[in-house]
């Protein structure tokens, strides 16, 4: 499984951006899907998930509301829209996928990692 993200940038503080991460291989259509963002000096932390096919999204609190997972099963890709980004939302983001369909928070419940894509909000 290969995992691709894109969409990562710089943004002002109360604006958008969409994440994206393509997915390949033999398995990637059965596997949950998540995204975790690692701040500078920060651990790894849990950012959203989604189902294998595209059902029970799950969101850490500090993004509810704000953040919303999808996922084309058709192109074997998922989406992450980012909206109201603060500057806390800086870091890398990482797109992970598990071998089984069932969406984890926990990031040693994934078993495949994106090279994750820089996303920078400015105050």
């Known amino acids: 499984v290969q995992l691709v993200e894109s969409g990562g940038g710089l943004v002002q503080a109360g604006g958008y951006l969409r994440l994206s991460c393509s997915g390949s291989?033999?398995?990637?259509?059965?596997?949950?899907m998540g995204w975790f963002r690692q701040a500078p000096g920060k651990e790894r932390e849990f950012v959203s998930a989604?189902?294998?096919?595209?059902?029970?999204?799950k969101y850490a609190d500090a993004m509810k509301g704000r953040f919303t997972i999808s996922r084309d099963i058709a192109k074997n890709t998922v989406y992450l829209q980012m909206n109201s980004l603060q500057p806390e939302d800086t870091g890398v983001y990482y797109c992970?996928?598990?071998?089984?369909?069932?969406?984890?928070?926990?990031?040693?419940?994934?078993?495949?990692w994106g090279q994750g894509t820089q996303v920078t909000v400015s105050s």
């Open positions: 992970a996928a598990r071998q089984i369909g069932v969406v984890g928070r926990e990031s040693y419940e994934y078993d495949y």
């Open positions: 291989g033999p398995t990637v259509s059965k596997s949950a």
């Open positions: 989604i189902s294998w096919i595209g059902t029970t999204p």
